[in-house]
């Protein structure tokens, strides 16, 4: 329990792991890019200590292709209930560029709803994970 008077919850890291790989639709990565903090949506895919996304490029592609640190969360709630779970993962981006990779991403099951191509893909290594939760009342 977060403290008295909350029903905010932690999730231990199995539990946000498992969220964040079966949850695998669309989360939000947040970096700097020219001064300025972005929080952008994504389609994503977790596996095991990594998230990818592909993009095209432009900012996103431009500010993260180098080992950018950035945020990552993905969450789910339950407005009637008034409960849900966020699970926030923080480490560093990077371009995939390893042709066997690429060739893997591409023919996997992750199909960006906004990006007909899939010609770059960004690599986000897990280095802390964290959950809470607002169980159901």
């Known amino acids: 329990m977060a ?4 029903r905010v919850e932690e ?3 199995a539990e946000s792991r498992r969220l964040l790989e079966m949850h695998s639709f669309v ?8 001064g300025h903090v972005l929080v952008l949506p994504v389609n994503y895919l977790a ?3 990594e998230i ?5 490029a432009g900012t996103k592609l431009s500010a993260l292709r180098a080992g950018a640190p950035v945020a990552f969360e993905v969450d789910a709630s339950r407005s009637l209930y008034h409960s849900g779970w966020s699970v926030v993962v923080t480490g560093s981006a990077s371009e995939v560029t390893d042709p066997d990779a690429l060739d893997r991403l591409r023919r996997g099951s992750l199909k960006s709803w906004a990006i007909p191509s899939s010609e770059h893909w960004v690599r986000i290594s897990i280095e802390t994970i964290s959950g809470r939760r607002i169980p159901e009342i």
Do not use: M, P, W
């Open 11 to 13: 999730i231990d890291e």
């Open 3 to 6: 403290g008295a008077g909350t």
């Open 27 to 34: 989360g939000r990565v947040g970096f700097v890019s020219e």
């Open 47 to 49: 596996e095991n200590d």
């Open 52 to 56: 990818f996304f592909c993009t095209r």
